[in-house]
């Protein structure tokens, strides 16, 4: 092998083992650390439901809390990757998905566990998504696991976060519409 193809081969490793690397960089404390306050809408075919949110984000454990006016029918939902608590009253579940539990418990197929990462304007990370940008440069919309995702609205700060989003499959859709967020920093 001659030493200009070398060279040129050397030249294109680097370029793409540097290019991987910045596909690698560590979350932000604001990406793993979060919450937000807001309304969902939710719909299916038989019927359809609104209600408060306030979703609280630490690394991989989350609380979700959803109710309706003033604090009736409360639902808190806790849980990590491995274990998921739905709590309403007396009663009490537990799943090895946030999907399923909601699913099981309601009937609603949402994709909570796909939510954490859309309303931020991200995929899902490991799984297949098309994603279109808007003329400001962010994501406008997420075709990800049968799910079309249209973020309609950013607040605006110097790290945008989504204001308005919709989702919607064949058979279910939603609407959430963020009052507030928090990046929530933890003290070095």
Same mark, same amino acid.
């Given at each position: 092998?001659?030493?200009?193809?070398?060279?040129?081969?050397? %030249?294109?490793?680097?370029?793409?083992?540097?290019?991987?690397?910045?596909? &690698?960089?560590?979350?932000?404390? %604001?990406?793993?650390? @979060?919450?937000?306050? /807001?309304?969902? %809408?939710?719909?299916?075919?038989?019927? %359809?439901?609104?209600?408060?949110?306030?979703?609280?984000?630490? /690394? #991989?454990?989350?609380?979700?809390?959803?109710?309706?006016?003033? !604090?009736?029918?409360?639902?808190?939902?806790?849980?990590?990757?491995?274990?998921?608590?739905?709590?309403? /009253?007396?009663? &009490?579940?537990?799943?090895?998905?946030?999907?399923? +539990? +909601?699913? #099981?418990?309601? !009937?609603?197929?949402?994709? +909570?566990?796909? +939510? *954490?990462? @859309?309303?931020?304007?991200?995929?899902?990370?490991? #799984? =297949?998504?098309?994603?279109?940008?808007?003329?400001?440069? *962010?994501?406008?919309?997420?075709? *990800?696991?049968?799910?079309?995702?249209?973020?309609?609205?950013?607040?605006?700060? =110097?790290?945008?976060?989504?204001?308005?989003?919709?989702?919607?499959?064949? $058979?279910?859709? /939603?609407?959430?519409?963020? $009052?507030? @967020?928090?990046?929530?920093?933890?003290?070095?």
């Amino acid at each position: 092998m001659n030493s200009r193809l070398r060279l040129l081969i050397m %030249a294109a490793t680097m370029l793409l083992l540097s290019a991987c690397s910045t596909f &690698r960089t560590q979350p932000t404390p %604001a990406d793993l650390d @979060w919450s937000f306050t /807001g309304k969902m %809408a939710i719909r299916n075919e038989t019927e %359809a439901q609104s209600f408060n949110v306030d979703w609280l984000q630490m /690394g #991989e454990t989350f609380q979700i809390r959803l109710y309706g006016p003033l !604090g009736q029918g409360e639902v808190i939902i806790k849980g990590n990757p491995q274990q998921v608590t739905l709590i309403k /009253g007396d009663q &009490r579940l537990e799943s090895h998905s946030l999907n399923g +539990l +909601l699913y #099981e418990s309601t !009937g609603m197929d949402l994709p +909570l566990d796909h +939510l *954490q990462y @859309w309303v931020r304007a991200k995929p899902m990370p490991f #799984e =297949t998504h098309l994603a279109n940008l808007n003329d400001s440069g *962010q994501v406008s919309q997420i075709d *990800q696991s049968g799910w079309t995702v249209i973020i309609s609205d950013y607040f605006d700060e =110097t790290t945008p976060r989504p204001r308005k989003l919709s989702f919607a499959n064949q $058979r279910d859709s /939603g609407k959430l519409v963020i $009052r507030e @967020w928090n990046a929530l920093t933890t003290p070095e």
